[in-house]
């Protein structure tokens, strides 16, 4: 999934009713991810979401990237199982703002790229 300049895009659970991304397999890299390119839209934002088995893409190699100057708020969420990173941020050029409560982990390439 793609969210372009201008475009925006927030999932907000609950602590009861999660959403999930995750690939057809529980293998890592078996979906690509989620990619903001360009995208400094304040209402990008996950909450209570839960992200597993993506990060399959050699050039955006996280579960969630952010690419060229974007936004992202994410709390009460996990990132795990990525064939890459958890969260990746090139040269930290994005604006990656952590509301807590978020666990990172059998990310291959570490939970965190830059």
């Not at 209570?48 to 969630?64: E, L, N, Q, R, V």
């Not at 060229?68 to 009460?76: A, P």
Request: hydrophobic residues 30%; aromatic residues 14%.
């Amino acid at each position: 999934m793609i969210v372009w300049t201008g475009g925006s895009f927030n999932c907000v659970g609950t602590a009861a009713d999660r959403i999930r991304f995750t690939g057809d397999s529980a293998t890592p890299g078996s979906w690509e991810g989620i990619r903001y390119i360009s995208s400094i839209s304040t209402l990008n934002r996950f909450d209570y979401c839960d992200f597993s088995y993506g990060g399959s893409s050699s050039t955006y190699t996280g579960i969630i990237t952010l690419w060229t100057t974007s936004y992202l708020r994410l709390g009460n969420s996990s990132v795990t199982n990525s064939a890459g990173h958890g969260l990746f941020n090139p040269n930290n050029a994005s604006t990656f703002v952590d509301d807590g409560n978020n666990s990172f982990s059998g990310n291959a390439m570490g939970d965190f790229g830059n």
